[in-house]
């Protein structure tokens, strides 16, 4: 159990870490980066949370997948944008 | 039920064959909503006569399937949202030609009508977090449209939408990590009779993200900068209804899940950021140079009162309030429509974006200086709009409470204000010195579909009786 406990911290700790690099900013790209590292963050919280019952929670690695899904491809859209924003200065 | 996924579905449909078949992107995604409203409306009544229904996506068993309920609330709103989407829709058919990317408009709002739709019809809160996650994508999409000059707004939309959802997503897992179950209904059971800092924190994290993709104070600074910068039928469609979409989901939680003690705390900050929407949101909105972001700043103001709503029904069993919430998103998305779009035509015949280029308007474009006339008159709250309405329902159980007369003079400053910026452009276009000249003739037909919406917020006062009847008012 403790090593769940343990797992759950880093996961949280992960998404502290990306949500101050997003609020610290300014570069855009460094926001994009840290909004994965949010999204890695509650990811790992959900896998953690999944090893605690016996046989593991298929329901929480569903919502991983889901979850890793939409990250992909809103990260795509971001980098995308941010490319078109850069493209259009002079 | 069936209809209600028609309503869901036929959007989808359209999407997808607007984008394989560009050149009748237009009609087919037009057809597709005028559809969805004509399943709207049955399904509406379809509730009306045998109460809610529930539905199991797949089959799966209980817990493990995704539950969609359609109760007389989640009608109306799906109601609500293909009303407004038919309207954009109409009217976009009649002036998107202008555009550069016109075709690319079609498939994106039929993905959004797709999306707010299945937001309404859910009950568990992952699915939730997919519909939100989609919704803030094609709005996004939605904001490019307008070219080069829009995609820094974009692009900061787009990474406080996602923010807001990974702190929701956190949050999401948290409560999971606790009961084992999403659906709302299940968790409302289990949840606030145990409660703990940890499901403290989780709606703590849930709300913030909520608010931020809401748009409501403190975390609205976003939404001028995206809503004004978008093409006009765009914006109607965001101030309209996709900011409506995260208030629905704050509503639900703060009702349903969170404990008697816990919920009074949350009201008493959602009174408060209620005020600071008002009180600021009306204050830029005076304040500011621009036509289009006058209307943004509204759209802030007026989810103040949406705020203020949640926080007096959460206090009181009174449901008064609730019906006011619930009064206010319908009043306000009609509105909202109509002024944006009687800007967009306003601005782009006479060219400029200054409230100054409304100079003689009501001369030079009657009919689209009357659309925003009449949508100022609900946001104002003028008798007998659906403004007016959903106001009284604000204030009356307020009267008799002397404790609450703080809530009442802020209601009133708010009025005010927005009193005061929609005169400012009612008094400029009465100035007919020496109108703005437009660039060319005026389309008329835009300008009449720009006014329907108005027309239908002021027609509400007839329909009042069984929307407080249906609403369980």
Known sequence: MSSIVWYLWIGAGIWGIGLYGFMRGPELLRRIISLNLMGAGVFMVMVALAARTEPTDGVLHALVLTGLVVAVSATAFALALLARLLAAKP | ?473
């Open chain 2, 1 to 473: 039920m069936n209809y209600a996924l028609a309503a869901v579905l036929l959007p989808l449909l359209a999407a997808l064959l607007a984008l394989g078949w560009r050149r009748y992107a237009a009609w087919v995604s037009w057809g597709g909503t005028i559809l969805s409203l004509l399943c709207a409306i049955v399904a509406l009544q379809q509730v009306l006569s045998d109460g809610p229904q529930q539905m199991l996506l797949g089959n799966w068993p209980t817990g493990l399937a995704i539950r969609w309920q359609l109760s007389e609330l989640t009608a109306l709103l799906l109601l609500l949202t293909t009303v407004i989407h038919s309207l954009v829709a109409s009217y976009s058919l009649t002036s998107l030609r202008r555009l550069q990317v016109a075709a690319d408009f079609w498939p994106l709002s039929s993905l959004l009508q797709m999306s707010l739709s299945a937001l309404w019809l859910s009950t568990d809160l992952f699915n939730w977090y997919v519909t939100l996650e989609l919704l803030g994508l094609v709005a996004v999409a939605m904001v490019t449209l307008s070219g080069n000059k829009s995609v820094a707004a974009a692009l900061r939309y787009l990474l406080l939408s996602l923010a807001g959802s990974l702190c929701y997503l956190l949050g999401v897992a948290l409560l999971y990590g606790q009961f084992g179950v999403l659906d709302v209904a299940e968790l409302a059971t289990r949840m606030p009779a145990s409660e703990s800092h940890m499901t403290t924190f989780a709606l703590v994290l849930m709300t913030a993200g909520l608010m931020l993709k809401g748009a409501l104070w403190p975390l609205h600074l976003w939404l001028p900068a995206a809503h004004a910068v978008a093409p006009a039928p765009v914006s109607a469609l965001l101030s309209a209804l996709v900011v409506k979409g995260p208030l629905f989901i704050l509503w639900m939680l703060w009702s349903q899940l969170a404990t008697v003690e816990l919920s009074h705390a949350a009201a008493g900050f959602f009174l408060f950021a209620g005020s600071m929407a008002l009180l600021t949101g009306g204050w830029s909105a005076l304040r500011t140079p621009y036509a289009k972001v006058m209307v943004a700043y509204s759209t802030v103001a007026q989810l103040g009162y949406a705020l203020l709503a949640i926080g007096l029904a959460l206090r009181s069993a009174d449901p008064a309030f609730q019906l006011a919430l619930w009064l206010f998103i319908i009043a306000h998305a009609l509105a909202k429509t109509s002024a944006f779009l009687a800007v967009g035509e306003m601005q782009h015949s006479l060219g400029g974006k200054r409230v100054q280029m409304l100079k003689g308007a009501s001369q030079t474009m009657p009919v689209a200086m009357f659309a925003l006339a009449v949508a100022g008159g609900s946001l104002i709250g003028l008798p007998p709009s659906g403004g007016f309405l959903a106001k009284w329902q604000l204030l009356l159980p307020l009267w008799p409470e002397w404790q609450l007369w703080l809530w009442l003079l802020v209601i009133f400053l708010g009025t005010l204000l927005s009193a005061a910026y929609v005169f400012r452009l009612v008094v400029l276009a009465f100035d007919r010195a020496d109108p703005v000249k437009p660039d060319f003739a005026p389309q008329l037909l835009p300008q009449w579909l720009a006014l329907v919406p108005a027309l239908l917020v002021w027609g509400l006062a007839f329909g009042s009786h069984s929307f407080v009847h249906w609403l369980g008012g």
